[in-house]
């Protein structure tokens, strides 16, 4: 079993960063694909951005490309999203995942977290 615990969810304000973290326990998650969804008020939970197990493939939702940047450090356990140049419309709840296979595919994943909300007041 995984264990996946998100945090550096908050409000800010357009145009500003926020880093969010992902810790796993349980097992290492070494060899997962991670990945980071977002969910809006009565909408759909939607990729974000996903991170192969060695770090060498990173993948992006069109609405982040260039703005935000996945990474992982397998020995802490560890995935991160940097997000800059937040708007409004990334205002959602963030959750990171684990999948043994697929990277977009939220139903690829096995492990969730519980979420962390993030708010971009414009």
């Known amino acids: 079993q995984v264990q996946l615990i998100e945090s550096g969810g908050g409000l800010v304000q357009a145009g500003d960063s926020l880093r969010l973290s992902c810790a796993a326990s349980?097992?290492?998650?070494?060899?997962?694909?991670l990945g980071w969804f977002r969910q809006a008020p009565g909408k759909e939970r939607d990729f974000v951005s996903a991170?192969?197990?060695?770090?060498?493939?990173?993948y992006y939702a069109d609405s982040v490309k260039g703005r935000f940047t996945i990474s992982r450090d397998n020995a802490k356990n560890t995935m991160y999203l940097q997000m800059n140049s937040l708007k409004p419309e990334d205002t959602a709840v963030y959750y990171c995942?684990?999948?043994?296979?697929?990277?977009?595919?939220?139903?690829?994943?096995?492990?969730w977290g519980q979420g962390t909300q993030v708010t971009v007041s414009s």
């Open positions: 995942a684990a999948s043994s296979s697929g990277y977009s595919d939220s139903r690829k994943y096995a492990y």
């Open positions: 349980g097992r290492p998650v070494s060899t997962y694909t």
């Open positions: 991170i192969s197990w060695t770090g060498a493939y990173t």
